[in-house]
């Protein structure tokens, strides 16, 4: 009966290998504050919608992402903060894993 009942636990993990994270590409989207188009505020909620398995992230106003560092990726939803000139904003995003980068992402909004 124990036999039994670790076939099953088993049967409910998903083990991922290495040699599945080498296979897969990256890919991202990002979504600013739910797909509005406007917001008063610089500080935005964004979503990172990932296919493959990233390990960091980075964001950036600049799309040559100067100065700005990789940051461990946990979760898909981070906060953002734009500088403070009106006008439309463009917000990159890329995430990487040890074999991969994604493409470069790219949303907008209008800050009011």
Known sequence: MGRYKLELARS??????????????LWLRIV???DEGTTCDI????????????THYR????????????IP???NYVDFTFSP???IK???????NNYFESNTAIETITLI
């Open 90 to 96: 463009e917000l990159y995003g890329q995430t990487k």
């Open 59 to 70: 964001l950036s106003e600049n799309q040559e992402f100067i100065n700005v560092d990789w």
């Open 73 to 75: 990726f946990d979760c």
């Open 43 to 54: 500080n935005v909620r964004v979503h990172l919608a990932t296919k493959g398995l990233p």
């Open 32 to 34: 600013i504050n739910q």
């Open 12 to 25: 409910n993990i998903k083990v991922i290998s290495d040699e599945s994270a080498k296979r897969t590409a």
């Open 85 to 87: 000139s009106k006008g």
